[in-house]
């Protein structure tokens, strides 16, 4: 046999013998303890924590484009079939319906929203009123494209569509 060979391992590196130590952090005021915090009492006997209200954020995008507002709002399809009646009709008493939502006076609109609230509470719960103003900028929308569908009659229709195939079909024989 022949004799082994005593290879040697050479290390690149050493390896870390040293620990390191890290000084503790010390506060500048001691963190408040809950049980030892009183905090004071509202009128009614509740805290004031328990008496804010968390209101719903609106929805990116719009509404009957980007999303359903029966997915998102907290209630029924028969109650939100009713509020948007119920909207619809103070929409009709108070707004312009020849103008848009955009050009719309801001307080008739606060007066719409009001109104709603009135008949419907849980409107209170969403954040800056955007599910009255969206069924308001829907049934404003509907409108128009109602306005502009009964502007042009069947036989208008008809009338014209009957003109674009004649000078269709003289355009083609003389070319």
């Not at 391992?9 to 890290?22: D, E, G, I, N, Y």
């Not at 849980?122 to 800056?128: A, V």
Request: hydrophobic share 30%; net charge positive; charged share 25%.
């Amino acid at each position: 046999m022949p004799p082994s060979r005593n290879y040697r391992v050479l290390r690149r590196f050493s390896p870390s013998t040293l620990r390191m130590q890290f000084s503790p952090e010390h506060l500048l005021t001691p963190p408040p303890c809950s049980f030892r915090t009183c905090y004071p009492l509202n009128e009614g006997g509740e805290s004031e924590t328990s008496s804010m209200v968390v209101l719903i954020p609106k929805l990116k995008g719009e509404a009957g484009k980007n999303y359903k507002l029966v997915d998102h709002v907290q209630c029924s399809p028969e109650q939100l079939s009713d509020m948007e009646t119920h909207i619809s009709v103070i929409a009709k008493e108070v707004l312009d319906f020849s103008r848009t939502y955009a050009t719309q006076e801001q307080s008739k609109l606060t007066t719409v929203c009001e109104k709603a609230a009135n008949q419907y509470p849980n409107l209170l719960k969403y954040n800056s009123n955007w599910v009255t103003l969206n069924i308001i900028k829907i049934i404003l929308r509907n409108h128009r494209k109602g306005c502009r569908k009964s502007t042009t009659t069947t036989k208008e229709v008809g009338a014209g569509l009957k003109e674009a195939r004649a000078v269709r079909f003289a355009g083609s024989r003389v070319g």
